[in-house]
């Protein structure tokens, strides 16, 4: 018996399993490092799609958002169209921005306009359905994608009056130890049956020009821009107010 070569081969196989550990041990580091790195890249692209100061979808967000619920909201207009029911839409493109947002920034500085900012998107968010897209375009301008909203759904998600009556789109906040109301005006253009996630730019558009309406009407309110084959460009938007 070869006691001098076996103590040589133990070593060598303790030496090897040394070295295997260690390696083990590099490899799970590197696989923790690879994993950080994937959580960092998902972080990364994730705050690309999101507004910093309100936490909803910025317009990047909403784009993408828009390819899932835009197609699933066609669909649902189409079937709805097969069974013969009228006034049937594929969904809507709300457009919305805070009333007197400006004066309220002048007079009481950025820190207090960012809040009321804040404000609005959590006040939006828990008004819109699970299945609505909620963002912030920019400045104090949001868009919500509504998903499957027939006209009548609509006239009933912007007329919800009690008595007495309560506004639909507005909340209270607290300046300068005042409460003070916060409204929104806005614009709602109706997915038109042959649009598509491609049209989205244009339905923004639409609702734009009627939110525009709603602030030469008066502020405090939500026009619908319907388009009609022949009519002036007046004709073509019915408004909700959301207060009298």
Do not use: C, W
Request: charged fraction near 30%; glycine fraction near 6%; aromatic fraction near 6%.
């Amino acid at each position: 018996m070869n006691v001098e070569n076996d103590s040589n081969a133990i070593e060598s196989v303790e030496s090897l399993r040394a070295k295997l550990e260690e390696q083990g041990k590099i490899i799970a580091a590197l696989n923790i490092e690879l994993q950080n790195e994937k959580e960092k890249s998902k972080n990364a692209e994730e705050m690309s799609r999101t507004d910093f100061l309100t936490g909803l979808k910025n317009r990047r967000g909403m784009e993408e958002a828009a390819k899932y619920i835009l197609p699933e909201a066609i669909a649902e207009g189409h079937a709805d169209q097969r069974k013969g029911e009228k006034k049937i839409t594929n969904g809507a493109v709300l457009y919305l921005d805070i009333d007197h947002f400006k004066e309220i920034n002048d007079q009481y500085g950025h820190p207090i306009g960012n809040r009321i900012i804040q404000e609005a998107a959590a006040f939006l968010t828990r008004s819109m359905r699970p299945n609505d897209v909620v963002a912030r375009a920019g400045g104090d301008e949001f868009v919500v994608i509504l998903n499957g909203a027939t006209e009548k759904i609509i006239e009933k998600f912007f007329d919800r009056s009690t008595d007495p009556p309560q506004p639909r789109f507005g909340f209270t906040t607290s300046i300068d130890g005042r409460e003070q109301r916060i409204s929104f005006s806005g614009g709602i253009a109706l997915v038109q049956p042959k649009e598509t996630v491609a049209d989205l730019n244009q339905m923004i558009d639409r609702a734009d020009k009627a939110l525009y309406q709603s602030k030469a009407a008066g502020l405090d309110r939500i026009t619908m821009f319907t388009p009609m084959e022949t009519s002036s460009d007046s004709d073509n938007f019915s408004a909700y107010k959301t207060q009298e």
